[in-house]
């Protein structure tokens, strides 16, 4: 049985910047070997996460990177294997005596786009979950989960000198913009990324990726004065990848062994909507040369259990369309990158 990374591996150095893979596995059912998605940009002593899977506040401790560092989380959809520990950062983290979140953390994720997908043919959906409000965005999944711990935020704020857990989530919903003309149904647009975030040691633009039916999913890029860090988030093939990725130090990709679930009898229908929806490792490899990235990461990695498929074969698949470095994401692996 795999064992779960309990501390930093890689590139060790102390720089100004860095990028931490703390979770790499697709989800979202958990596998041994490798937690839920999770990422980490840490520039300057000041720390942004992308996505919050599953083992993420675990992770986040294990790096040694202090959670109070936290300026910032962006969110690329909202499957649950990006952000089962969302909430948890709070909640778990909520700080006290210095310790763990004591100022707001701003988080940026999908807003509310007022549809879902159509049902699949042929399928009869169960009930909606909340037939009054079938696609909540980001803010009102943390105000719901807010609301849901009511009792243990209430006893720990009267009986505690702490501040306020609500007031420490500054969420912000993100759409595309109206341009773009993208709806829930439709394919998703050819676009330009558009800012999202900035401050003095990081720009950070969005753009919609292929993930159907999830809409609206988002890959983000991060600018610094060290170098351009992306992060596809889940998504098929898409010339909005290549845009986003253009000139980057470093770009972070999903990728799914469509050829391993079909071995272990897949039905066809599943295949043919990992087909549609991630990227097999070949086409992150041309995507990224196409791009003009100079190194490529691979995580949300499926399948997750580095028994099934070994770091050979994956870099070997990438390598296929790609002549720069090649890094198969494993927990709490580190990448450093010097000062410029």
């Not at 100004?16 to 300057?44: D, K, M, N, W």
């Not at 049902?119 to 105000?143: H, M, R, Y």
């Not at 890959?219 to 010339?239: K, N």
């Amino acid at each position: 049985m795999p064992q779960d990374a309990t501390q930093l591996t890689g590139d060790l150095r102390s720089t100004r910047t860095r990028v931490i893979l703390l979770g790499t596995a697709a989800g979202p059912y958990p596998e041994p070997g490798r937690q839920g998605c999770a990422s980490l940009l840490v520039v300057g002593g000041r720390s942004y996460l992308v996505d919050a899977g599953y083992g993420t506040v675990r992770k986040f401790v294990q790096s040694g990177v202090m959670m109070s560092s936290l300026a910032a989380t962006f969110v690329t959809h909202l499957h649950s294997d990006h952000v089962a520990d969302l909430f948890n950062l709070f909640l778990l983290g909520w700080g006290t005596g210095g310790h763990g979140l004591v100022s707001p953390v701003k988080v940026f994720g999908p807003g509310n786009p007022h549809a879902l997908p159509a049902s699949t043919p042929g399928v009869t959906p169960a009930p909606l979950a909340n037939p009054d409000n079938p696609s909540p965005g980001t803010s009102e999944l943390l105000a719901g989960a807010v609301g849901a711990w009511a009792y243990d935020l209430n006893i720990r704020t009267r009986y505690n000198s702490r501040t306020g857990l609500a007031s420490l989530i500054e969420a912000h919903d993100v759409l595309p913009p109206a341009d773009t003309g993208a709806t829930a149904d439709a394919v998703t647009p050819d676009m330009e990324p558009f800012v999202v975030f900035e401050d003095d040691r990081v720009r950070v633009s969005a753009t919609l990726v292929k993930h159907p039916p999830v809409f609206p999913s988002f890959g983000y890029r991060f600018e610094t004065e060290d170098g351009v860090f992306v992060f596809s988030g889940d998504t098929a093939p898409h010339e909005n990848v290549v845009r986003l990725a253009a000139g980057a130090d470093l770009l972070v990709h999903e990728t799914m062994h469509i050829p391993y679930y079909a071995s272990i009898g897949y039905p066809q229908a599943l295949l043919d909507f990992f087909e549609s929806s991630h990227t097999p490792p070949e086409d992150v490899g041309r995507i990224a040369r196409e791009a003009g990235a100079r190194q490529v990461a691979l995580s949300h990695i499926g399948p997750g259990d580095p028994r099934e498929v070994s770091d050979r074969e994956w870099r070997r698949a990438v390598r296929s369309g790609f002549g720069g470095e090649v890094v198969v994401g494993h927990d709490l692996h580190q990448l450093a990158f010097p000062q410029r």
